[in-house]
């Protein structure tokens, strides 16, 4: 028998299809976003709240991370960013009246969309242990529940504390500082499901988890690679990053299965030429790559250079910076020298030719970047594709100058800053000793579980209270049917939250629900920080007045939670009271305690805020175990499909960012009103003998049965041979809790493989 999702009330008749689109953004975007905006918002309040987006003295987008430059438009937003500001700005709210009015179990049936729409959660809300229904509770109350569930836990192990990237540095800080204070470090966050393989591989290679360019070195860079990624509707403001490069003469090249609109051309609807004109054309090169064949296209391309290197010794390899700042580089080249290129064009798809052409863009630029997102990181072999890109551009010393670099484009607006504060489940000595000195108590050493293992700790029943600061965990997260019987199973689950979502819906025998301030909303005259996807750290001020009185901070919530914990000794050796009402102070315990934030409130007022120290970039230091940037050795596995399968990625949609649905279009794509859908190759549609329309099921195989998800109408595609792709979280389903990525433990939502039955 397969496992399955049920449908959850789908909504998909109206469902149409039409022809992709060739081009992004444009006119149609900005008349999609004010559209959005003004249902969510009204007119008056959708200009007055989009004016202060991104700007120096407004909030940062609660959408993505992509930085802002020094000179920022009067709309400094994208599409995406708009219906982001929309829908935590939005004037719907969602009362205790409604959650009378809506069993829990009513709410498990309904679509992440529909639950989305409701609005604004405004009150803390309890539901007790053999309830359906939520309640309104004080927030003393709430804080007792907590602290007297946590307080009865055999280990402080049994309890898990998750963050979504949404979360301030400020926030973040207190909250580690809470939970190791409590004394676990079971911090699961988002990036265990997202930049974790980027995070383990550019650590081990670079010494930094993160990437090593800035905007300027995009606008510089006489080449970028642009790998599993959509820019056009994860990213959109990257677009417009991209085509500066371009005029400033950069090449791009776009890798991925699909070929996306965004990397295609571009309509900037912020340039006249954009709304009436043609646009820029941005891939000057697209390789249609077979999924989880980036590590072999950048292993082919290393080889080439290798070859070129022999014909034209000291041409082609930067000798001076491999010998001074790099080890590993004699056991890096035997491997490479022994690709075979048969296993090449199986596992790319791609012919020699595409190769041998892109090499020749690659041997006349003095400057190459690497960005990418998801596409790289959701594999079984993630961090070797990661670590192999790494030894294609340390071949040619783009590492550490002006124009090259790796750039992992990350998602949600602080994910980064999240981590840096220490939302980590395996943090650092040195960061745990820096705490001890600050605050004088001994945090826990044991390394605690990340998204994956809190899961399987819930289902064992090894974990028993669950908490998670933002996000949706319920819908993020794989193998939905064991993700929602695991949390169904804790004591507790706690959602600190601004909008409802399937995780108030899939909760466990008891439940809260804590409303908290959005970022567009004033927290009287405090200000908070975050930190880009290029270590930039700049404040966030809300300037909306708060969708209810009832409404709380996150540093608020954590403070009050942690004096209920820790009862009359709490301010002992934490002044929680003060951090609650002055974020100034936080910071100043940030700067004693995280490297890199010295003078840290001083140098955040300043318009633009500054840059974190990056030492690869900086001054090509490399913090690893060698001292140097290290060349891996990495196995080139093909995935090969059992005839009559496919192999499946799952992305978003348009009217999509991470697990939160704005809408159920997908512009680009050509698909409106509907989500349930599978874009596949017409020659493989032709293969399997399945036409185009069809409704068909979407069934995963793996050694512990099969995983079945239900009712998807095919799309002739243009899609890479042998490829697939549908929509996540529909699709999480398909996603065994173990089929993992090796050292990061990321879900490999990208390569899964699959036959498609048609329905009965």
Same mark, same amino acid.
């Given at each position: 028998?397969?496992?399955?999702?049920?449908?959850?009330?789908?909504?998909?008749?109206?469902?149409?299809?039409?022809?992709?689109?060739?081009?992004?953004?444009?006119?149609?975007?900005?008349?999609?976003?004010?559209?959005?905006?003004?249902?969510?918002?009204?007119?008056?309040?959708?200009?007055?709240?989009?004016?202060?987006?991104?700007?120096?003295?407004?909030?940062?987008?609660?959408?993505?991370?992509?930085?802002? $430059?020094?000179?920022?438009?009067?709309?400094? @937003?994208?599409?995406?960013?708009?219906?982001?500001?929309?829908? #935590?700005?939005?004037?719907?709210?969602?009362?205790?009246?409604?959650?009378?009015?809506?069993?829990?179990?009513?709410?498990?049936?309904?679509?992440?969309?529909?639950?989305?729409?409701?609005?604004? &959660?405004?009150?803390?809300?309890?539901?007790?242990?053999?309830?359906?229904?939520?309640?309104?509770?004080?927030?003393?109350?709430? @804080?007792?529940?907590?602290?007297?569930?946590?307080?009865?836990?055999?280990?402080?192990? #049994?309890?898990?504390?998750?963050?979504?990237?949404?979360?301030?540095?400020?926030?973040?800080?207190?909250?580690?500082?809470?939970?190791?204070?409590?004394?676990?470090?079971?911090?699961?966050?988002?990036?265990?499901?997202?930049?974790? *393989?980027?995070?383990?591989?550019?650590?081990?290679?670079?010494?930094?988890?993160? $990437?090593?360019?800035?905007?300027?070195?995009?606008?510089?860079?006489? &080449?970028? @690679?642009?790998?599993?990624? /959509?820019?056009?509707?994860?990213?959109?403001?990257?677009? *417009?990053?991209?085509?500066?490069?371009?005029?400033?003469?950069?090449?791009?090249?776009?890798?991925?299965?699909?070929?996306?609109?965004?990397?295609?051309?571009?309509? /900037?609807?912020?340039?006249?030429?954009?709304?009436?004109? /043609?646009?820029?054309? &941005?891939?000057?090169?697209?390789?249609?790559?077979?999924? /989880?064949?980036?590590?072999?296209?950048?292993?082919?391309?290393?080889?080439?250079? =290798?070859?070129?290197?022999?014909?034209?010794?000291?041409?082609?390899? !930067?000798?001076?910076?491999?010998?001074?700042?790099?080890?590993?580089?004699?056991?890096?080249?035997?491997?490479?020298?022994?690709? !075979?290129?048969?296993?090449?064009? #199986?596992?790319?798809?791609?012919?020699?030719?595409?190769?041998?052409?892109?090499?020749?863009?690659?041997?006349?630029?003095? *400057?190459?970047?690497?960005?990418?997102?998801?596409?790289?990181?959701?594999?079984?072999?993630?961090?070797?594709?990661?670590?192999?890109?790494?030894?294609?551009?340390?071949?040619?010393?783009?590492?550490?100058?002006?124009?090259?670099?790796?750039?992992?484009?990350?998602?949600?607006?602080?994910?980064?800053?999240?981590?840096?504060?220490?939302?980590?489940?395996?943090?650092?000595?040195?960061?745990?000793?820096?705490?001890?000195?600050?605050?004088?108590?001994?945090?826990?050493?044991?390394?605690?579980?990340?998204?994956?293992?809190?899961?399987?700790?819930?289902?064992?029943?090894?974990?028993?209270?669950?908490?998670?600061?933002?996000?949706?965990?319920?819908?993020?997260?794989?193998?939905?049917?064991?993700?929602?019987?695991?949390?169904?199973?804790?004591?507790?689950?706690?959602?600190?939250?601004?909008?409802?979502?399937? *995780?108030?819906?899939?909760?466990?025998?008891?439940?809260?629900? &804590?409303?908290?301030?959005?970022?567009?909303?004033?927290?009287?005259?405090?200000?908070?920080?975050?930190?880009?996807?290029?270590?930039?750290?700049?404040?966030?001020?809300?300037?909306?007045?708060?969708?209810?009185?009832?409404?709380?901070?996150?540093?608020?919530?954590?403070?009050?939670?942690?004096?209920?914990?820790?009862?009359?000794?709490?301010?002992?050796?934490?002044?929680?009271?003060? @951090?609650?009402?002055?974020?100034?102070?936080?910071?100043?315990?940030?700067?004693?305690?995280?490297?890199?934030?010295?003078?840290?409130?001083?140098?955040?007022?300043?318009?633009?805020?500054?840059?974190?120290?990056?030492?690869?970039?900086?001054?090509?230091?490399?913090?690893?175990?060698? $001292?140097?940037?290290?060349?891996?050795?990495?196995?080139?596995?093909?995935?090969?499909?059992?005839?009559?399968?496919?192999?499946?990625?799952?992305?978003?949609?348009?009217?999509?960012?991470?697990?939160?649905?704005?809408?159920?279009?997908?512009?680009?794509?050509?698909?409106?009103?509907?989500?349930?859908?599978?874009?596949?190759?017409?020659?493989?549609?032709?293969?399997?003998?399945?036409?185009?329309?069809?409704?068909?099921?979407?069934?995963?195989?793996?050694?512990?049965?099969?995983?079945?998800?239900?009712?998807?109408?095919?799309?002739?595609?243009?899609?890479?041979?042998?490829?697939?792709?549908?929509?996540?979280?529909?699709?999480?389903?398909?996603?065994?809790?173990?089929?993992?990525?090796?050292?990061?433990?990321?879900?490999?939502?990208?390569?899964?493989?699959?036959? =498609?039955?048609?329905?009965?």
């Amino acid at each position: 028998m397969a496992k399955r999702a049920p449908r959850r009330d789908v909504g998909d008749e109206g469902l149409q299809v039409g022809s992709p689109k060739e081009w992004a953004a444009g006119a149609p975007a900005v008349a999609h976003s004010l559209a959005i905006s003004y249902a969510q918002m009204g007119v008056k309040r959708t200009f007055l709240t989009l004016a202060q987006v991104n700007q120096k003295n407004g909030f940062d987008c609660p959408g993505c991370a992509w930085p802002e $430059g020094t000179h920022r438009s009067p709309a400094e @937003f994208c599409e995406n960013g708009a219906k982001a500001v929309a829908e #935590e700005a939005t004037l719907r709210r969602v009362t205790h009246e409604f959650f009378a009015e809506h069993a829990v179990t009513e709410l498990a049936q309904r679509t992440d969309y529909w639950l989305g729409q409701q609005g604004r &959660l405004t009150e803390p809300m309890h539901k007790p242990v053999g309830s359906d229904h939520y309640v309104p509770v004080s927030w003393d109350e709430a @804080f007792s529940i907590i602290a007297k569930e946590l307080r009865e836990l055999d280990s402080p192990n #049994e309890a898990l504390f998750y963050t979504s990237g949404r979360t301030s540095n400020e926030a973040a800080f207190v909250y580690q500082l809470l939970v190791r204070r409590y004394g676990t470090n079971n911090l699961p966050d988002c990036s265990n499901m997202c930049h974790e *393989s980027s995070g383990s591989a550019l650590t081990e290679t670079l010494g930094i988890g993160k $990437g090593t360019v800035s905007l300027e070195d995009l606008y510089k860079s006489d &080449l970028i @690679f642009v790998v599993g990624q /959509n820019p056009g509707t994860n990213h959109p403001r990257m677009l *417009s990053a991209l085509e500066k490069a371009k005029e400033n003469g950069a090449r791009i090249v776009a890798v991925n299965p699909l070929p996306e609109a965004g990397l295609m051309r571009f309509k /900037n609807p912020q340039r006249p030429a954009g709304v009436i004109g /043609n646009g820029t054309k &941005l891939a000057d090169r697209f390789l249609q790559i077979r999924l /989880n064949g980036d590590l072999a296209l950048f292993q082919a391309l290393s080889r080439r250079l =290798l070859e070129a290197e022999d014909a034209a010794p000291g041409s082609m390899i !930067d000798r001076q910076f491999v010998e001074a700042h790099t080890n590993g580089f004699d056991d890096w080249e035997k491997n490479i020298r022994k690709l !075979d290129w048969a296993d090449v064009e #199986e596992a790319t798809g791609l012919p020699r030719t595409a190769i041998d052409d892109t090499v020749e863009d690659v041997i006349k630029a003095k *400057s190459v970047i690497v960005c990418w997102a998801m596409g790289l990181t959701q594999h079984k072999n993630s961090v070797p594709t990661i670590r192999e890109v790494v030894n294609f551009l340390l071949l040619r010393g783009n590492v550490g100058r002006s124009g090259a670099g790796v750039c992992p484009v990350r998602g949600h607006s602080n994910v980064q800053g999240d981590r840096t504060m220490g939302i980590y489940e395996k943090p650092s000595a040195a960061f745990l000793d820096s705490l001890r000195e600050e605050f004088g108590f001994e945090p826990p050493r044991e390394h605690g579980h990340d998204v994956v293992d809190s899961i399987r700790a819930l289902r064992d029943g090894q974990a028993k209270v669950f908490f998670a600061m933002g996000g949706n965990f319920v819908a993020a997260t794989p193998d939905t049917e064991v993700t929602e019987a695991a949390m169904r199973k804790a004591r507790l689950t706690v959602q600190v939250s601004t909008k409802l979502n399937r *995780s108030h819906a899939v909760c466990g025998e008891q439940a809260l629900i &804590l409303p908290t301030l959005g970022r567009t909303e004033r927290d009287g005259d405090q200000f908070v920080t975050v930190e880009d996807s290029m270590g930039m750290v700049h404040a966030s001020r809300g300037r909306l007045r708060p969708a209810s009185h009832y409404l709380l901070s996150e540093v608020a919530i954590v403070c009050r939670l942690a004096r209920k914990m820790f009862g009359q000794d709490a301010d002992s050796d934490i002044p929680w009271e003060r @951090f609650e009402s002055d974020n100034d102070a936080i910071r100043d315990s940030i700067q004693r305690v995280v490297p890199g934030f010295d003078d840290f409130n001083a140098r955040v007022r300043a318009p633009g805020g500054f840059t974190l120290p990056n030492g690869p970039r900086d001054e090509r230091r490399f913090n690893t175990d060698t $001292g140097k940037a290290n060349f891996t050795v990495n196995a080139l596995e093909i995935l090969r499909i059992p005839e009559g399968r496919l192999l499946l990625q799952t992305v978003r949609s348009h009217d999509q960012y991470n697990t939160t649905i704005y809408g159920l279009d997908d512009r680009y794509r050509g698909v409106r009103s509907g989500r349930r859908v599978v874009f596949v190759n017409p020659d493989d549609l032709a293969h399997l003998g399945i036409a185009d329309g069809e409704t068909v099921d979407l069934i995963s195989e793996w050694p512990d049965g099969e995983r079945k998800a239900e009712g998807f109408r095919v799309i002739a595609y243009s899609t890479s041979r042998g490829c697939c792709a549908a929509y996540y979280p529909e699709t999480n389903v398909l996603v065994p809790l173990d089929s993992v990525a090796e050292t990061s433990n990321t879900p490999t939502s990208k390569s899964i493989v699959v036959r =498609l039955s048609r329905r009965v």
